[in-house]
Every structure is written in C-alpha cells, then in structure tokens.
C-alpha cells in the first residue's frame, strides 16, 4: 500500500499558513509529499520554509494562477487537481495549508487505509474536523460550521476537487474548466475514520486575516470587484473576531509539530475575550440570530445533531 500527501497554496507564508506544520504532520505515514505551489510575491517564503523540512518524500511544483479561467474560487480546486495528478499512491491524502494532522492519530489512520484498500467500493475517508478560532484555545462548535469532510480518496482520474476545493466529487468525462458543476457529478461513497483534522485558518494576527479574505475574496469575485469595493469603504477588510471568550474552550492538545507556530501567539491584546460584540462591523455567521437559535437547539434539543446539515459525501457503515 502507497499513501500519497497532496496539497496547494499561493502566497502561503506570506498569508500565515502553517504549511510547513501540515506537510510536516503527515510524512510519517505517506511515501510522498506533492505540493503545487503557484505565483507567489517575490517577498514570500514559503519554498524556503518547505525546503527546510529536508525530506526526500517532498516534491515541489510550480504553476501560475489563472482567476480570469478558474474564477468563483475554483482555481483553488483546479490546483488540487494539478497537485493530485503528480501523486502515484493507492490513498491520496490531501491537506489544504492550514488543517493539521494529531500525531496520535497516525496509526489509526494508515490502519484504516490498509483495512479498506481492497474494498473497492469505499472511495474515500471522512474526517472529524476542529475548527479554531482567534486563538488556540477556543474553537467554533456551532450550527454552520461543517463537522467532517473528506480528505483522503482514491487514486482515481475520475474524482476531482470540487467547487472552491473543501471536498472532492466523481465527474466523469469532465472538461477541466467548471469546478461548481453540479449536473454529472456523483457524492463519494466514504468510510468514518477515527480522527480529526485540527483548522487553524481562522486563527491569524488580524491583519493577516484582513490579507487572508482580501486574497480569498479576489480568488472569488476577482480583482476589479475587490478593488471597487475597497474604494467604496477604505476599511472593508478590517477583521474583528468578536468575543472570542464567549466560544468553547479547547482543553486537548494541539499536534507536536504545531508548537513552534503556536509559541509564535502575540496578538491576544488584539482580541476581546468578554463584553458585548462591536456594532459597527457585519457581524460573523455565528453572531446572527438565526444561526444562535439553530445552535441553541442543536445543543439542548437535539443531543447535538445538526439541522439541516449539508454532506457532500454518502456514509458507508464499513
């Protein structure tokens, strides 16, 4: 059984990916490493910071963006499907450059790929996610936010990253160009594995997050939009993380390989850990009223079972 790790990313260091902590997080269990990395300003440092790794498994390509193409986001699952390509391994595991793998979940992981490697009808692996938020220490468990999500699939040509590049889809015969398709495209049939993706795009000093959507929002909407609307409102992507105490407390412990990064926190006098939220900003998914309610009924009347939860996947009980 080969594993092979996959990934993507542009401007990476410069945006504060903790790439070198995610690739670093699974090369203990795969035969190699593909990472595409696009057109970066002259001024980021991410090569460098994987180069420093020193690992044979690791394979670096390089590719220039294409937004005007691959617009809505969907050049984040065009790189995907470049970085996919290169990979020759029965299991393909991808990590987008902020999720991090436990060291503890190792074993279990590459146990369950060598469970189902021959049942074939398994074509891909679930995981729990955690999703971080302001700081290390709290994390969002609220309706809204996706509680699993595919990251390891067969090394098949017919499945394709999909839409802005969080899950995968079989497409048949598919023209390479419309990643939002809908039609012709089939939710994979996935098996549960026992382990958890820990998402720490969500935490970042609040400049870079203001840098981390402006970038985001560009790959989506474009660079004349983003422009446009930075002329209408010249603080538009300033970046408020609201009560980040009034969220849950983390009390696990974090994968090894993040604690550098982790050591790197100084940004806690820019957060508000009590009081009421600013009003003069939108206010967050989670702050809406809606979105409240639905949480308050998930956690007290539904024993934590999500309303009206989306799954781009179909469960097989394997």
């Not at 189902?116 to 398994?122: A, I």
């Not at 709290?138 to 017919?158: A, Q």
């Not at 003069?280 to 309610?293: A, D, S």
Request: glycine share 6%; proline share 5%; net charge positive.
């Amino acid at each position: 059984m080969k594993i092979s790790g996959f990934t993507m990313g542009k401007n990476v260091s410069k945006l504060y990916y903790p790439m070198k902590a995610s690739i670093q997080s699974i090369l203990p269990i795969v035969d190699e490493f593909i990472v595409v990395l696009g057109d970066s300003d002259p001024d980021d440092t991410t090569r460098k910071e994987i180069e420093s790794i020193g690992d044979p498994k690791i394979k670096i390509i390089d590719t220039v963006w294409d937004i005007e193409k691959y617009p809505r986001g969907m050049e984040h699952a065009h790189q995907t499907d470049i970085a996919k390509s290169y990979c020759t391994g029965d299991w393909l595991f991808y990590l987008q450059a902020d999720e991090v793998v436990h060291e503890k979940d190792l074993p279990v992981i590459k146990a369950r790929c060598e469970e189902l490697l021959h049942k074939t009808e398994v074509e891909g692996l679930l995981f729990n996610y955690i999703h971080f938020w302001g700081d290390y220490w709290h994390y969002h468990d609220s309706h809204g936010w996706y509680r699993k999500e595919i990251r390891i699939i067969r090394n098949d040509p017919e499945i394709h990253s999909w839409e802005s590049a969080q899950s995968f889809r079989r497409i048949p015969n598919f023209d390479q160009l419309n990643y939002r398709q809908q039609k012709g495209t089939y939710k994979l049939k996935v098996a549960q594995v026992n382990a958890t993706i820990y998402h720490y795009g969500w935490v970042r000093p609040p400049s870079y997050m203001k840098s981390k959507i402006k970038a985001f929002k560009t790959n989506h909407q474009g660079k004349a939009r983003i422009e446009e609307l930075e002329r209408s409102k010249k603080d538009y992507f300033a970046f408020d993380y609201g009560v980040v105490g009034a969220l849950p407390v983390f009390k696990g412990t974090h994968p090894a390989v993040m604690n550098e990064w982790i050591a790197r926190f100084n940004w806690a006098d820019q957060l508000q850990y009590s009081g009421k939220p600013n009003r003069n900003r939108l206010p967050h998914k989670h702050e809406k009223l809606r979105y409240r309610i639905a949480t308050w009924i998930e956690k007290n009347l539904l024993f934590g079972k999500p309303i009206g939860e989306f799954k781009n996947y179909i469960l097989l009980k394997v």
